[in-house]
């Protein structure tokens, strides 16, 4: 048996379509079209590329973007004062500050200056807080793709159970509790650097999903026959770019599987669209 391939490509473009819908809509109804302003700070070119790919979604949503690129010895000061300025400017709906910083700079804090209404990362406390109580204003866009993949390609979650394989606040966490939230109902493992035998783990999930940063972790035999398994990683390897699955290895004798790219990518950047619509419309509904 081969898998179910997952096309992340086909599933953004769906809901890049009904963003662009709904800012059209909006645009009639109220003059308001979506602005998300994006900060680059430095050169980093795997940064420079997230950026650029993001700034095309938006302009092919209809939504508008503006990039503010800082040099990489910008100070904390600095950067905090445009996001302060971004905060305030009522054309601004959404701002994104892509990671990683310059090490020199408090991420923490650089994130924690953000507005929670314009915070479309979902990385704010009090965004994080909203989602775990299962009111979530924004959703986090990886674990929400993610979600958003299994959901699309008809893949139940209730009562299976999911290992997660990554701990970090930005997929693994966040992953985890959309996981558990009543509806999605997944019973779910959190595995880490600090779990002993990851392998025997994997072969009783019904689902593995691998945000690890580790070319091939997850080797073909760790997973059922009939499992799904979702590849978060993105991985240099040489002049290819990988996921943290053994896909070759894999795709002979699971359910399903997300290829890497064309899987979890694509729809990161439709929930961040997803995400701006949302923050407009959050800031042009309140008083
Ligand atoms: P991270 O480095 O912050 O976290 C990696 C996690 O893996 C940690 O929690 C760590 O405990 C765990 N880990 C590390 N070594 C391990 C080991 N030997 N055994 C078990 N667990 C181990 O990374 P991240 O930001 O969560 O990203 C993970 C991967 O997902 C990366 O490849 C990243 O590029 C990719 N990523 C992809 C998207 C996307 O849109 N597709 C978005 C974000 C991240």
């Not at 959703?139 to 990554?166: D, E, F, K, N, Y």
């Not at 059922?224 to 978060?232: L, N, R, Y």
Request: neutral net charge; aromatic residues 2%.
């Amino acid at each position: 048996m081969t898998a179910q391939l997952i096309d992340g490509k086909q599933i953004a473009e769906h809901c890049r379509l009904q963003v662009q819908q709904q800012a059209v809509a909006m645009l009639q109804q109220t003059g308001v079209s979506p602005h998300l302003a994006a900060i680059l700070c430095g050169d980093d070119p795997a940064s420079q590329v997230y950026v650029r790919n993001k700034e095309k979604a938006c302009a092919k949503a209809g939504l508008r973007s503006t990039l503010h690129r800082l040099p990489a010895d910008v100070t904390q000061q600095q950067l905090q004062q445009l996001i302060a300025a971004l905060n305030s400017n009522p054309d601004v709906h959404g701002i994104l500050v892509q990671l990683p910083l310059p090490r020199h700079l408090d991420t923490v804090a650089i994130l924690d200056a953000v507005t929670p209404l314009k915070d479309v990362d979902a990385f704010h406390p009090e965004n994080v807080g909203l989602m775990l109580q299962g009111r979530p204003r924004f959703l986090p866009c990886t674990p929400a793709g993610v979600m958003r993949l299994l959901s699309a390609s008809g893949i139940p979650t209730a009562g299976r159970h999911a290992v997660v394989i990554g701990r970090s606040d930005i997929v693994g966490k966040p992953m985890a509790a959309l996981l558990l939230q009543k509806g999605a109902d997944a019973t779910v493992t959190v595995c880490h650097s600090r779990t002993p035998d990851i392998a025997a783990l994997c072969r009783q999930a019904d689902i593995v999903i691998a945000a690890v940063g580790i070319p091939n972790f997850v080797h073909g035999d760790w997973l059922k026959p009939d499992a799904v398994v979702i590849d978060v990683g993105i991985n240099r390897l040489g002049d290819k770019l990988v996921g943290d699955v053994d896909f070759d290895a894999a795709v002979g004798h699971v359910a399903a599987i997300t290829p890497v790219p064309g899987g979890v990518g694509p729809m990161t950047i439709a929930m961040l669209l997803e995400n701006t619509l949302t923050a407009a419309r959050l800031q042009t509904t309140r008083p």
